[in-house]
C-alpha cells in the first residue's frame, strides 16, 4: 500500500494544508525572508504529522463544525511548521547536503539562515495554535516541542546510547510529538478522555516505530546494543492494538494501514539490503 491511499479519507483537508503553506511566506512582513521559506516548501514532505491530526479526528467525527473544521486545518498546518524548523535545524546539526530531492537550506543560503528560518517557523506555528487553539492544548502542545528540543540536546550529548536511552530519546524527538498529533485532533473533534489517551498512545507508539526503522534505514540502529526490527514489530502492534476500541471507518483503517506500510517497507528494505 502507498501513502496516497492512507490519505484518501483526508485528502481535501490536505490539499488545503498544502495551499497555507504554499502561502505561508507572503504573511512575512520581510520580504527577504519569501524566498527562502518558498524554497524549503517547493517539494512537499509526506505530511504525516498533519495526516495523524486529521485521520484522529475523522476517527472521531467525521462531520465537525465549522469552527472545529477551522482549527483542525491550523493545527494541521501547524504541526507541520513545527516538524519543518525541526529538520532545518537538524539538516544544519547534521551538515546535510540534500532534503526532498534538492539541497537543503544550509547548502543554499548558509548555516546562519537556515537557524533563522528554522526560528521563523517555530515562531509561526506557535502563533497560530495561540490564535486557534484553547490555552490547555497550546500549552500541551508547546510542552512536548521543548521536549523535543531537548531530546535533540540528550543525542547530541550521547552518540552511543545504550538501549534505554535510546528509547527515551526517540520517545522525546519524535514520538511523543506524533502522540499529541493524534491527542489533539482527537480532541478538537470532541473525543473523550479515553479516546483521547488511546489515540495519543497510538501516536506514541506509531512514533517509535517510526524511528526505529528511520534510524534502521541509516544505518545509525547498529551502533546501538540490542535494538533491532523486532523492537519495531512491538511498537506497530502496541500502536494497532490502541485503536481496537474505535468504530470501523475508513479513518482508522488508515491509521492501522498506516503502521503495516511504514513495517513492510522497512522489512523490504532489510531484506535486499
Do not use: W
Amino acid at each position: 500500500m502507498k501513502f496516497q491511499e492512507i490519505y484518501k479519507p483526508i485528502i481535501s483537508e490536505l490539499d488545503q494544508v498544502e495551499r497555507e503553506l504554499e502561502n505561508l511566506s507572503s504573511s512575512m512582513i520581510y520580504n527577504s525572508i519569501h524566498e527562502i521559506i518558498d524554497y524549503f516548501f517547493k517539494i512537499p514532505g509526506k505530511h504525516l504529522r498533519p495526516t495523524l491530526v486529521l485521520l484522529s479526528a475523522g476517527t472521531i467525527n467525521s462531520k465537525l463544525s465549522t469552527h472545529a473544521e477551522s482549527s483542525l486545518l491550523q493545527l494541521a498546518v501547524a504541526v507541520e511548521l513545527i516538524h519543518s524548523a525541526s529538520l532545518i535545524h537538524d539538516d544544519v546539526i547534521d551538515d546535510d547536503i540534500f532534503r526532498r530531492g534538492q539541497k537543503t537550506l544550509n547548502k543554499t543560503y548558509g548555516k546562519k539562515i537556515s537557524v533563522l528560518t528554522g526560528d521563523v517557523l517555530y515562531a509561526h506555528a506557535f502563533l497560530i495554535i495561540n490564535k486557534y487553539l484553547p490555552k490547555k492544548l497550546v500549552h500541551n502542545l508547546i510542552q512536548v516541542t521543548a521536549n523535543m528540543c531537548a531530546a535533540e540536546v540528550d543525542q547530541a550529548q550521547n552518540t552511543l546510547p545504550d538501549r534505554e536511552r535510546y528509547f527515551n530519546i526517540i520517545k522525546g524527538k519524535t514520538a511523543s510529538f506524533m502522540g499529541i498529533c493524534c491527542s489533539l485532533g482527537c480532541e478538537i473533534a470532541g473525543g473523550s478522555e479515553e479516546e483521547i489517551l488511546d489515540l495519543e498512545e497510538y501516536g506514541l507508539n506509531l512514533g517509535m516505530t517510526y524511528q526505529i526503522i528511520d534510524d534502521y534505514m541509516d544505518g545509525d540502529i547498529k551502533t546501538i546494543n540490542n535494538v533491532t526490527l523486532e523492537d519495531a514489530n512491538y511498537f506497530g502492534e502496541k500502536a494497532k492494538n490502541s485503536l481496537k476500541n474505535f468504530k470501523a471507518s475508513t479513518y482508522k483503517d488508515s491509521l492501522i494501514n498506516m503502521v503495516d506500510h511504514i513495517l513492510t517497507f522497512s522489512h523490504s528494505k532489510a531484506e535486499n539490503a
